[in-house]
């Protein structure tokens, strides 16, 4: 998926989960965008101009699911606003995000003072798995340990040998 269509998904999804999650008081018509600065935060909203923001960083290592939580968050931060409670951290936040399964905190893990390391992305074509590895593999390929456990009585198989996507700079 490009970015332009994670981020209509993540449209889509502000308003189901103001439906689903928020009685559907959250106004329909939020920006929601990409913040390719955003380093610290997973996301950040901003009342004044009607804008949450996605950072793209945190999208790229953690993947759709957590840009999903953290849009999530920025939601009850919106929807504590609207209810003109305070809508910071704080107790009430706490309380609504266990209520609705919504993560509490703002940032994922990334360790500042270390070199990006690199990682080799590969996908088993049968199942769609994808498998990171240190190394570039040479000799025999890899193959997919679960496809090949399950629909090769656990040996190799060259049907389930995994195929390079990308290498990936892990932060
Ligand atoms: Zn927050
Ligand atoms: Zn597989």
Redesign the pocket.
Known sequence: MTDDEVLAHLRKHYRAANREKFEGILPEDYHIEWNPLLRRLTGRITYGLRLIEISTFHFRSYGYQDAVATLE?EML?LYLYRRGLPSG?NHHFKREAQLRGIRVF?SNDYKRNQQPRDRWLYECPSCGRMVFRQRRREGQALACGICCRTLADGAWDERFCLRLVRMVRMV
């Open positions: 968050h931060h951290h703002h």
